[in-house]
């Protein structure tokens, strides 16, 4: 089975700044990758997938890059509703697998 | 708009078997794989498995041996079941759409979840 892998666990940034999520496949997924988003109580939402191409109606502060093992989801300017937790998840290999999580906090 | 609503046993005891459905409803069910995902309280996400309108499956390993996920096309419901549950298998699950004739096999819908505790 293939792991993901994320980092940090935890991200502290500030509203307005930029914040900049990894994601660290154990062999190549190519582009087969997703992101999620999570907040409390409620199921993930797909955001990015295919690396980089943002889901219907994501703003373009969302943004993926990477292919093969190293991938990034960056947000250009935290707005308020962005602090959740945020998921990647490969999809070349069968079992489908998740990352562990970054969760996004107010500094 | 495309939604998926699943019910089914909150409480078991160990050793009994989880069951859930979940129903889709406002767009097409054969063009789709259907997965099912959960969550642990607290913690991350482990995909189970997934089945497409014809009956194909596809199961996560660590769980295959008690797993079983089955299709009604007629209703445009897909079932999960859970062989011999324990405490380990207390979580919120949630049913998904693949949109695989697309061409990504993200989880792009998602079910609103359904809480699942195994407690003696």
């Known amino acids: 089975e293939i792991v993901m892998t994320q980092s940090p666990a935890t991200l502290s940034v500030s509203p307005g700044e930029r914040a900049t999520f990894s994601c660290r496949a154990s062999q190549s997924v190519s582009s087969n990758l997703a992101w999620y988003q999570q907040k409390p109580g409620q199921a993930p939402r797909l955001l990015i997938y295919d690396a980089s191409t943002r889901a219907t109606g994501l703003p373009a502060r969302f943004s993926g890059s990477g292919s093969g093992t190293e991938f990034t989801l960056t947000i250009s300017s935290l707005q308020s509703e962005d602090f959740a937790v945020y998921y990647c998840?490969?999809?070349?290999?069968?079992?489908?697998?998740f990352g562990q999580g970054t969760k996004l906090e107010i500094k | 708009q495309v939604q998926l609503q699943h019910w089914g046993a909150g409480l078991l005891k160990p050793s009994e078997t989880l069951s859930l459905t979940c129903a889709v409803s406002g767009g097409s069910f054969s063009d789709y794989y259907w997965s099912w995902i959960r969550q642990p309280p607290g913690k991350g996400l482990e995909w189970i498995g997934e089945i497409n309108h014809s009956g194909s499956t596809n199961y996560n390993p660590s769980l295959k041996s008690r797993v079983t996920i089955s299709v009604d096309t007629s209703k445009n419901h897909f079932s999960l079941k859970l062989s011999s549950v324990t405490a380990a298998d207390t979580a919120v699950y949630y049913c998904a759409r693949v949109p695989w004739l697309l061409s990504y096999d993200a989880f792009d819908i998602w079910g609103q979840g359904t809480m699942v505790t195994v407690s003696s």
């Open positions: 998840q490969q999809y070349n290999n069968w079992p489908r697998t």
